[in-house]
T-cell receptor, first 115, second 112 residues
Framework: KNQVEQSPQSLIILEGKNCTLQ??????????LRWYKQDTGRGPVSLTI?????NTKSNGRYTATLDADTKQSSLHITASQLSDSASYIC??????????????FGKGTKLSVKP | EPEVTQTPSHQVTQMGQEVILRCVPI?????FYWYRQILGQKVEFLVS????????KSEIFDDQFSVERPDGSNFTLKIRSTKLEDSAMYFC??????????FGPGTRLTVT
């Protein structure tokens, strides 16, 4: 069964600190992996997208890694800011019948950045 | 920057009533999606739509649900007879031929 598991469920860090969020997936056939940021009551906003051949991608203070062999990904946030407080969702897309396929969402990691 | 819009932001309805959730995808996008997120749970795929027809749907998307693109700009999700368990955030998303899906801000549906 296609699944995406994330850890930790929640995380509290102090402003300015770094953190790393984890994602494991069992999705086949794999198309790409995305990290989204979702503020409370809002729609997900894409941070990074990585295909099979990419093992790292950065977007400002966000750096995502992908190990397609172990089916693991991480999202590293550097020098956290209060505005980073949100849920971070790992999403994996699979190829289905030759189409672009659809997205399998993880439950997300709820990050709280405290002053 | 173009964005996906959704209306209303919050809809309250009584059980058994029909609701229509509206979305305006980004204008040059070709693929359209509906997702839902029950409070505290993960986002779940409902349906994808391309070339004026449903391309894929999940188990959640039963006969009570339907989608339509009535004109060149709107994309709607209709729930014929709402149930309490339909209460959720409903997100519309769209994309071009690339991978990236752009999500709208969501409609919070409350069924009482």
């Amino acid at each position: 069964k296609n699944q995406v598991e994330q850890s930790p469920q929640s995380l509290i860090i102090l402003e300015g600190k770094n953190c790393t969020l984890q994602c494991n997936y069992t999705v086949s056939p794999f198309s790409n992996l995305r990290w989204y940021k979702q503020d409370t009551g809002r729609g997900p906003v894409s941070l990074t997208i990585m295909t099979f051949s990419e093992n790292t991608k950065s977007n400002g203070r966000y750096t995502a890694t992908l190990d397609a062999d172990t089916k693991q990904s991480s999202l590293h946030i550097t020098a956290s800011q209060l505005s980073d407080s949100a849920s971070y969702i790992c999403v994996v897309s699979f190829n289905y019948g030759g189409s672009q396929g659809n997205l399998i969402f993880g439950k997300g990691t709820k990050l709280s950045v405290k002053p | 920057e173009p964005e996906v819009t959704q209306t209303p932001s919050h809809q309250v309805t009584q059980m058994g009533q029909e609701v229509i959730l509206r979305c305006v995808p980004i204008s040059n996008h070709l693929y359209f999606y509906w997702y839902r997120q029950i409070l505290g749970q993960k986002v779940e795929f409902l349906v994808s739509f391309y070339n004026n027809e449903i391309s894929e749907k999940s188990e959640i998307f039963d006969d009570q649900f339907s989608v339509e693109r009535p004109d060149g700009s709107n994309f709607t999700l209709k729930i014929r007879s709402t149930k309490l368990e339909d209460s959720a955030m409903y997100f519309c998303a769209s994309r071009t031929g690339t991978h990236e899906q752009y999500f709208g801000p969501g409609t919070r549906l409350t069924v009482t």
